[in-house]
Every structure is written in C-alpha cells, then in structure tokens.
C-alpha cells in the first residue's frame, strides 16, 4: 500500500462542441475515500466531465491522478492508468458468464500468451472481486440473466479486477430496487476506502445517503461544492434545481 493517498486533480477544464462550452472551466479536487457525487440539472456537463476525465472528450485545462497527467493522452492509456468508468447502460457480454466476463477484464493486463495458456483456478484478483460485488454465487451464470442491478456491480468488479484506482460511475443506481440501491451505495463505501470514485447521480435520496461530499455542476460550471447538508442548504443549489422542473431534479 502507498504512504501517500491518491488524488484526482482538475483544473479549468473545459470542453466544447462547435463552439458551445459543455464544460466551462471545472476545477475540482476529489482525494482518496472521499466517495464524491457529481449532481445537476440534465445537460450541466457532468458525462461531458466524465468523458474529459476518461479521455473520450478533447479537453483543455489540466487533469491530473497523482503525478500522472491524464490530458491529451489516448483512452486506452488513460484506462492502463487505472481510470476507470461505467456507462449508464452496463456494457457486459450477455452471453458470457460472470467469471469469464471478470476473467475478460482482468486479462487486460495479460500478455496474449498467458491468456493462451489453460487456466485451472481462478485468479486471486477475480475471486475477490467477485466476493467483493456479492456476485460469488453466481459466478457460472450468464451475465444476460443478472438482474440490473447485478449487472452494475459486475460492471464494478471488471473496473476492480483491472486495478481502477479512479473509478467514475454514470447514474449506478437508475432502474435500481431499494434493496440494490442499499447494496450498492454499500458497495461504493467499500471500494471507495482505498480509491478515488465519481459517481454522477440523479438519485438525491441515494446521494443524500451515502455522499460524502457533492459537486454541483450547472451550465458546464461548478456550482457548489461541500458536504451534503451545506449544498442543499444552498440557494443557488436550490433555485437551479427548482428551475427546472420534473422529479429528477430535486434536492430539497
Ligand atoms: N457530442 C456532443 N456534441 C454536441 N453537444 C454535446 C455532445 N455531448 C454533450 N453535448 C451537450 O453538452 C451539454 C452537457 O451534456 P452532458 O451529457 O455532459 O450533461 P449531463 O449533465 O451529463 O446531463 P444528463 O444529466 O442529462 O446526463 C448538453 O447541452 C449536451 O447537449
């Protein structure tokens, strides 16, 4: 284990389309169990922050992981960095089951000859992980079988067997029932101790939760940021929220 913790590190990021700034100059600093919800209005630019983070979207500004810079590199590098992120749609192979598809991340970092080579046991890294998601039980099955919710932290776990140590979560908890939604806002605590992890949320009852501490982004800007009780006790948090409407939107 490192003596220093790990830090994600972003200043004036920016991002546009054609002209139009998705993100307009975000600076934010997310340290090492400190589980960090990103929340706002639809279309605040938090997937677009994300991307940049990920390297899926042109970016400008400076995004550091620990003395790693992460702009202007290609996806797949960022990846091997250990930044990791989830999709709101899981993206697992349905027709594989839980352990190969475990087995499909982890071997990621194996040179093409090992993963040649037969296997007999499975990887220490895979077995925890799988004890880790609570999906040891259904290792054998096909993940197109998982409940969503499963499919989410098996999603987690390929990050995990993949040594994520930046984990960036799109809306892990939509279509969620109150039971996975516990398991999951658990889950996060638990691989977020030693990690550094995002999780973009509408789910204000799930952020209020298990939070511990919020960025608020609106018009690709940085609105608030704090602890869950100061940002929704904030006006400007509560007037951009009530200013658009739908049940998506509330924080009070
Ligand atoms: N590839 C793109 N080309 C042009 N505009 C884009 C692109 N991707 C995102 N945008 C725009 O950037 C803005 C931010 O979008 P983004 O998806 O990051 O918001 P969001 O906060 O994640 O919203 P939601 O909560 O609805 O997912 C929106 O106005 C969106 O239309």
Redesign the pocket.
């Known amino acids: 284990m490192s003596m220093t913790a790990d830090y994600l590190e972003l200043s004036d990021v920016r991002v546009e389309?054609?002209g139009?700034r998705?993100?307009d100059g975000v600076s934010m600093t997310v340290l090492q169990g400190d589980l960090r919800f990103l929340i706002?209005?639809?279309?605040?630019?938090?997937?677009?922050?994300v991307?940049a983070i990920t390297g899926l979207?042109k970016a400008t500004g400076s995004i550091r992981f620990g003395r790693s810079d992460l702009l202007g590199r290609p996806v797949h590098r960022i990846a091997r960095l250990g930044i990791g992120r989830t999709f709101q749609t899981a993206s697992v192979f349905e027709e594989l089951s839980v352990l190969q598809n475990l087995d499909i991340a982890a071997g990621a970092h194996r040179g093409p000859l090992t993963l040649l080579r037969a296997r007999t046991a499975v990887p220490a890294t895979v077995e925890e992980a799988l004890e880790t998601v609570g999906l040891a039980a259904h290792r054998e099955r096909k993940a197109g079988e998982l409940s969503h919710g499963q499919k989410q932290w098996l999603e987690i776990g390929m990050l995990l067997v993949q040594n994520a140590r930046v984990l960036a979560l799109d809306e892990p908890v939509a279509g969620m029932s109150a039971d996975e939604r516990q398991a999951t806002g658990e889950l996060l605590h638990a691989v977020g101790a030693d990690r550094t992890v995002i999780v973009?949320e509408?789910d204000m009852d799930f952020m209020r939760a298990f939070a511990d501490s919020v960025t608020v982004?609106h018009a690709?800007r940085v609105l608030a940021e704090g602890g869950v009780t100061d940002v929704q006790a904030d006006p400007r948090v509560q007037e951009v929220y009530l200013g658009t409407s739908g049940s998506r939107g509330e924080v009070a």
């Open positions: 389309f054609d139009f998705a993100v706002g209005p639809n279309g605040a630019g938090k997937t677009t922050l991307d979207a973009v509408h982004l690709g």
